[in-house]
């Protein structure tokens, strides 16, 4: 029987630096004990292969308010005037009266 290297940690050495544990798992296979105090050794392992593992999909949130007429509208209108000309140029965000009174 052939007995692979096992790495042994302390809890705090496991929390500064757990994505390399993680990744000595995943990758290198390494077995990762965990000393927790007095409370016992805990082995890291790989449960099941990345590829395989199931992520459920976040679902699309979707706002409701511009899927409202009167605001499709407004921002329709809103273009329009852009296009048109029918707007005011901020040149000097520090004095932005003067641009608008101008």
């Given amino acids: 029987m052939i007995i692979d ?3 042994e940690i302390t ?3 496991l929390r ?3 994505g390399k544990y993680l990744t000595l798992v995943i990758e290198k296979k390494e077995q ?3 000393r927790y105090r007095d ?3 805990f082995a890291l392992t790989l449960t099941s292969q990345p590829e395989k593992a199931h992520r459920p999909k976040k679902k699309e949130k979707r ?3 511009f899927e409202q007429p009167e605001v499709l509208q407004s921002i329709r209108q809103g273009k329009a005037d852009i296009e048109a000309g029918r707007c005011i140029t ?3 965000p520090e004095k932005i009266w003067e ?3 101008s």
């Fill in 90 to 92: 901020i040149n000097d």
């Fill in 99 to 101: 641009s608008i009174l």
């Fill in 32 to 34: 990762v004990l965990v």
């Fill in 5 to 7: 290297a096992m790495i």
């Fill in 39 to 41: 409370k016992g050794v």
């Fill in 63 to 65: 706002d409701s308010y």
């Fill in 11 to 13: 809890t705090t050495e």
């Fill in 16 to 18: 500064k630096n757990i």
